[in-house]
């Protein structure tokens, strides 16, 4: 990662909308319409997107929230989780990931975690190689 990338929380319509991009790379049903309309709704849930520059491009993105659990207490629960496909494999998906885990570590929580769609095998093997691991079956039922 280069000495110029930086994380931020996006806080302004613009810095929100600026993600849409990278995150529709992850979400690629999701119009920005959609985007636009449900972040209001999950930042009432205390939803927050995080972003990483670098060279003043974003070039990875992270939806998360803090929530408090019966089964593992006040977690850090990565909604969303993507690099630029342009900017993969040069450190940035690991600095997105270290600085939310420092953030969990700085908010007090005891469990950060995330879901992961079971044909990510990429994402897989880089969360094995960042130390975690499955812990459990995430389950779904369309309504």
């Known amino acids: 990662m280069k000495a110029s990338s930086h994380v931020k929380i996006a806080k302004s319509a613009d810095e929100i909308s600026g993600c849409f991009r990278v995150m529709k790379q992850l979400r690629e049903t999701l119009t920005p319409e959609e985007f ?11 939803y927050q997107i ?4 670098s060279e003043e491009q974003i070039v990875a993105v992270a939806g998360f929230r803090i929530i408090h659990m019966l ?11 993507v690099t630029d496909a342009a900017s993969r494999s040069r450190g940035f998906g690991e ?20 879901d992961s769609g079971v044909h990510r095998r990429r994402a ?8 975690m691991h499955i ?5 779904e039922l369309s309504l």
Not at 38 to 46: N, S, Y
Not at 73 to 81: E, I, P, Q, R, W
Not at 95 to 114: D, H, N, P, V, Y
Not at 124 to 131: L, S, V
């Open 71 to 81: 089964s593992s207490g006040k977690t850090l629960y990565v909604d969303d989780l």
């Open 50 to 53: 995080a972003f990483l520059l």
């Open 36 to 46: 636009n309309a449900r972040m209001p709704i999950q930042q009432a849930e205390g």
């Open 95 to 114: 600095a997105i990931l270290k600085w939310l885990i420092e953030f969990a570590r700085s908010s007090g929580c005891q469990t950060f975690s995330l």
């Open 135 to 139: 812990s459990d079956f995430h389950f």
């Open 124 to 131: 897989h093997h880089f969360y094995f190689a960042q130390g």
